[in-house]
């Protein structure tokens, strides 16, 4: 068993993550496919994000106006970055037809450091 030391994936996870841009994970659901598409499509249209990704078939329970209640949903996966993140919400809600949609940004802790660079890149405002 080797001595106990730095991790060295939490090395490089200080290295990578203090000098570059935070890329986020921005989760949202949509009742269809239309709204799904719509907002898939002007995100990316708008360097929002780098990609959205659509997993058709998931199903919330949840609780509103006091009643419980369960919804086939589309869940996008939406790849953005710290910078532009609040953008990416506020124009989700924008689109979105939910009166209160789900909008969850999780900062990622690792990943293929050339995926995480080209979700920095394709988010710039001056990306094409």
């Known amino acids: ?10 090395a490089l996870y200080s290295t990578v993550m ?6 986020l994970l921005l989760l949202t659901t949509c009742p269809d496919a239309a709204s799904a598409d719509r907002i898939a499509h002007a995100l990316v249209g708008e360097q929002l994000a780098a990609c959205v990704t659509r997993l058709d078939g998931a199903q919330s329970t949840y609780r509103w106006q006091g009643e419980v209640t369960t ?19 506020a124009r989700t809600v924008e689109l979105h037809p939910y009166e209160l949609p789900e909008c969850i ?20 405002e001056d990306a094409d």
């Open 1 to 10: 068993m080797p001595p106990p030391g730095p991790d060295p994936a939490a």
């Open 18 to 23: 203090s000098t570059t841009p935070p890329v």
């Open 71 to 89: 919804d086939n949903e589309l869940q996008l996966l939406v790849k953005t970055t710290a910078a532009r993140v609040d953008a990416a919400i």
């Open 105 to 124: 940004a999780v900062e990622t802790r690792a990943g293929l450091p050339a995926y995480l660079d080209w979700i920095r890149a394709q988010t710039r």
